[in-house]
């Protein structure tokens, strides 16, 4: 029999019957509904992206993260032309703003604006700081342009004015010379300061008293030196020799000419005076040596 249980009683046995038992039918499962399966994804994405976008809201918005301060790193020996003082105030129309959203771009363009800085490096330290690092423009040369003093980098180019009488005689001090140029320009400065170089290792008094060297052209130069009434005209990588030449030849020089315009030390076999306008020689002068 299907879907019963019997029990066979033996032969002589009482009349009792036993009962049938079915057996249980089993539960129905019941089937998700499909608007929860449509649902569970959807909420599972929904959280995926809101709770990043909470916490991006946060950090954009939470005082926390509102700059509050600056690091500033400077160059270490020499001379501090810009101070850490000039860089927090260059920087102070940013106080407040929040880090994460901060344009270093533009954080580097207000500090930029110092011609001293050669170059800013500005780094964000969450929550609430920047740090920045410079590089300072190193001065080889005051530049000499009409009436206008400068100091100048190694290619010419200037950095920023002489102020004052007094920043002029600190930098003379530290052994900047005053470089012009007779025309336009675009080399460096460098073989201009090498013909003082080498004026130095021959007379060092001559090139400690130096004022001014005039680039004439490419190579030749004039130099104006306070220990000599008059200036030198040379050529870079020849002015060892013809200098010593020419102290040879300096008391008959001061023999012959009461007063002398430049000395002319370019050529290879001579040295040309140049007497000065009106100034007739003394008995016994000439126009060459």
């Not at 509050?68 to 003082?85: H, L, Q």
């Not at 600190?170 to 052994?175: I, Q």
């Amino acid at each position: 029999m299907s879907g019963a249980v019997a029990s066979v009683m033996p032969p002589g046995a009482g009349g009792r019957v036993l009962d049938f038992r079915r057996r249980g039918t089993p539960p129905r499962r019941r089937r998700k509904s499909l608007l929860v399966k449509l649902l569970k994804p959807l909420l599972s994405a929904v959280l995926l992206v809101a709770m990043p976008a909470a916490l991006v809201g946060w950090v954009l918005t939470a005082p926390l993260f509102r700059l509050r301060g600056v690091e500033v790193r400077t160059p270490k020996g020499g001379v501090e032309r810009v101070s850490g003082a000039w860089i927090r105030q260059a920087l102070a129309p940013l106080q407040g703003r929040n880090l994460v959203q901060l344009s270093l771009a533009d954080a580097t363009a207000r500090v930029q604006r110092n011609p001293w800085i050669a170059s800013v490096e500005i780094t964000k330290e969450l929550p609430d700081r920047l740090r920045v690092k410079i590089t300072e423009r190193k001065p080889v040369a005051l530049l000499l342009a009409g009436k206008d003093l400068s100091f100048a980098d190694a290619d010419g180019r200037p950095i920023a004015p002489v102020a004052t009488p007094a920043e002029l005689e600190a930098a003379r001090k530290t052994g900047l010379l005053v470089v012009s140029f007779a025309r336009e320009h675009s080399g460096g400065i460098g073989p201009a300061l090498a013909a003082a170089a080498e004026l130095g290792r021959v007379e060092p008094n001559w090139a400690g008293h130096l004022t001014q060297i005039e680039v004439l052209g490419e190579g030749e130069f004039r130099l104006h030196t306070e220990a000599l009434p008059f200036p030198l005209l040379v050529n870079g990588g020849e002015v060892g020799p013809k200098v010593r030449r020419l102290v040879t030849l300096l008391p008959e020089l001061q023999r012959r000419y009461a007063r002398i315009e430049a000395v002319d030390l370019r050529f290879s076999r001579r040295i040309v005076v140049q007497p000065e306008e009106n100034s007739a020689p003394l008995p016994g002068g000439g126009a060459g040596a």
